[in-house]
């Protein structure tokens, strides 16, 4: 093993306030009840994490919308059967609220009625016909069934109804996306009301999920990680690393699997190179490990495993499919709900496919997953199985199990690829875990309810200003670009983590960032970041798509700085990181140390510089060296697209400066922009420019 034990890459201290717990006098937690403000939008999207009360926030909106806003029937779209639990009958009158939501067993087409139960046609297709001739009020269905139901009866049979898309991830704006397209074509009608809801507004294709122009119709409501975790009542820290193994994942993993804590492992796939390509010995040799099997309970069909201390852990297999019967009664025991607040019910969930999106079980502590999954939104789903707030469960950790790279140049190339993939999910994650920033140019002025500390607001200085109740910070900085179209204000204030995301997901970039020493800050931050957004925002004006691209690497960048900080103090203390305070001293803290924040010095930041100071502590220093050395390998001359963006950023340094940039300068931005443009002469000169 390369490391004694997993590396955190991120750490986040809860403050514990219980306030995103707590209900108003309706029954509305504050998520729920800031959602429900908006219930008279036609367009809404519900951005939220895992545990917050989507589903019940949904039922608060659908009720309103059907008995005071004139909608004939409610549809609620699921992803997989597994989730329309979700949306069973709830008392909310008992609570507070004026009704109760009820959904008629055959309206829920991912149940199986009662034996007495009323029951709908065996297609479900046709069954959602019946429903929309029917008076009843609310349907319950998966995307699949609703995508053919509107082949078959088109937009129009769904006018005056509500349709609200849970996990609405999983729509995108591609061409090949049919929900994507019914949805755009109810846009376009106008005569419904939708309800978007998602935990992770993250496509791993990078596919935007709306067009530009129809996500402009939707009224958004966030409610953020750092506001969730925050108010949790009984979570202190979330804890979110990588372990770097050599050789065999199943001997690895004994150094992750700790028998205490409640924990779903997740095994690679029979196609992924972890894999051993046989799920059930890999299993049986997990079981092998924690203790010896003495029996399947005969009422769960949990697998029964003594361990030398005399404890039975009592772990759930659904990795093995070859009996349907046990298969289906372990299924059926994890989501009893007689023992969903029943800590001692199961100890270990062992899964492939399994227990990810929509998984309820508030007890896990520890998500350990073998390989990189197959994109970011897969992996924030799966941290959300475990950063349910529980009695008694104070930590929760997820562990990515990641092969090192071994002799052979195929598994280099493989081996980079999930290291970049894993230190992406975790920027990504450290974004989503960080307070949210508003950006404004020097001297812009004081926002209302922030505390700009104990001088308050100073003409003349990049001030910063915080408001701990909604966890906001707001940074003035020199130079900044500020949005001058609606959709570029919207941007910058609901959708930097998207651009983030496409950013960090950019493999060339992550790879220069990460391991190329002679790659200047500012080819990752200017050009880099500015072709992402040219690419994903192209009708937004060049000044727009500057302001977005500077808003984003700002947001991405200050967020590194503060780790390297929380890093350093941590180092020094000999102490854990604590990221949440950390990260906001920090952020205050380098405000501070700089005393004035401009533009460049934020584009002078690697935003990988942090990511790999935690890599360097996990891997082997000849690790890293071979890595380093495929990447240089790999290193190219300047294209016609790169030479393109490196011209443009020269023209700005001569305004700026009054001279053009020196080859001979020893800075290496300098160097990399007269390279720059004097390759995209020599390109001109060739015709290589339309």
Not at 384 to 396: F, H, I, L, S, Y
Not at 484 to 489: D, P
Not at 635 to 655: D, M, N, Q
Request: glycine share 6%.
């Amino acid at each position: 093993m390369t490391t004694a034990k997993p590396i955190p890459a991120v750490s986040f201290q809860t403050a514990r306030t219980g306030a995103s717990t707590n209900a108003n006098e309706m029954g509305m937690r504050p998520m729920q009840e800031r959602a429900y403000n908006k219930r008279g939008e036609q367009y809404l999207l519900i951005k939220s994490p895992p545990a917050s009360g989507k589903s019940r926030a949904l039922m608060f909106i659908a009720l309103d919308k059907l008995q005071n806003q004139g909608l004939r029937q409610a549809v609620i779209v699921v992803p997989e059967k597994s989730i329309g639990s979700s949306f069973g009958d709830e008392p909310l009158t008992q609570y507070g609220f004026w009704a109760d939501w009820s959904v008629k067993p055959k309206w829920n087409l991912c149940n199986t009625p009662g034996a007495d139960d009323e029951k709908a046609d065996p297609s479900k297709i046709k069954a959602v016909g019946q429903f929309i001739e029917s008076e009843d009020q609310v349907l319950v269905c998966t995307h699949a069934t609703f995508r053919f139901a509107v082949e078959r009866f088109g937009v129009e049979a769904f006018d005056d109804r509500l349709i609200a898309v849970d996990e609405f991830h999983h729509v995108s704006a591609s061409e090949d996306n049919r929900l994507g397209n019914q949805l755009a074509e109810f846009i376009a009608r106008d005569k419904v009301h939708i309800v978007a809801m998602t935990g992770s507004y993250f496509r791993g294709d990078a596919v935007p999920v709306l067009t530009p122009e129809d996500e402009a119709k939707f009224e958004p409501v966030t409610y953020t990680y750092y506001e969730q975790l925050n108010g949790y009542e009984h979570l202190k820290a979330l804890n979110i690393g990588y372990f770097f193994y050599t050789g065999r994942y199943l001997e690895a993993i004994e150094h992750c699997l700790d028998p205490t804590l409640k924990t779903i492992v997740h095994i690679p796939s029979v196609n992924a190179r972890e894999s051993t390509k046989d799920k059930v010995s890999e299993v049986n040799e997990i079981l092998h490990y924690l203790g010896k099997w003495t029996d399947a309970d005969p009422v769960t069909g949990f697998e029964l495993v003594a361990m030398p201390d005399g404890r039975v852990l009592k772990i759930a297999d659904l990795v093995d499919d070859s009996d349907p019967a046990r298969r289906s009664k372990v299924l059926a025991a994890l989501k009893d709900p007689a023992h969903k607040n029943d800590r001692d019910h199961v100890d270990i969930i062992i899964a492939l496919g399994m227990a990810k999106e929509g998984f309820d079980w508030i007890w896990c502590e520890h998500a350990l997953t073998v390989g990189y999954r197959s994109s970011l939104t897969e992996i924030i789903q799966i941290i959300g199985r475990a950063t349910r707030d529980a009695p008694g469960k104070t930590t929760a950790t997820f562990t990515n199990l990641i092969a090192e790279p071994d002799a052979s140049e195929a598994a280099v190339a493989d081996a980079i690829n999930d290291t970049l993939k894993a230190i992406a999910a975790s920027l990504l994650m450290e974004q989503v875990l960080a307070p949210r920033f508003t950006f404004s140019p020097k001297s812009a002025g004081p926002l209302p309810d922030f505390d700009y500390g104990p001088d308050g607001y100073q003409e003349g200085k990049a001030n910063v200003g915080v408001n701990e109740e909604r966890g906001q910070y707001h940074f003035e900085i020199a130079g900044l670009v500020t949005p001058k179209s609606s959709e570029a204000a919207r941007i910058c204030e609901e959708d930097l983590n998207e651009v983030i995301a496409a950013f960090v997901q950019k493999k060339s970039v992550a790879e220069r960032g990460m391991f190329d020493e002679e790659t200047p800050a500012q080819e990752l931050t200017q050009v880099a970041m500015g072709a992402i957004v040219r690419d994903r925002y192209p009708d937004l004006s060049a000044e727009d798509q500057e302001a977005v691209r500077q808003h984003a690497i700002a947001a991405l960048n200050l967020t590194q700085k503060a780790k390297s900080l929380a890093m350093d103090a941590a180092d020094v203390g000999g102490g854990e990181l604590r990221a949440n305070t950390a990260l906001l001293d920090g952020v205050r803290q380098y405000a501070m140390d700089v005393r004035e924040l401009d533009i460049d010095l934020i584009d002078s930041i690697n935003p990988w510089q942090a990511a790999y100071a935690v890599l360097a502590k996990s891997m082997s220093e000849s690790t890293l060296k071979q890595v380093q050395a495929a990447i240089a390998a790999k290193r190219t001359k300047i294209s016609p697209e790169e030479a393109k963006e490196l011209a443009a950023a020269a023209v700005k340094f001569k305004k700026e400066r009054g001279r053009l940039p020196a080859v001979t300068s020893p800075d290496a931005w300098e160097q990399r922009l007269a390279e720059g443009a004097a390759a995209f002469m020599r390109f001109r000169e060739e015709g290589r420019y339309e």
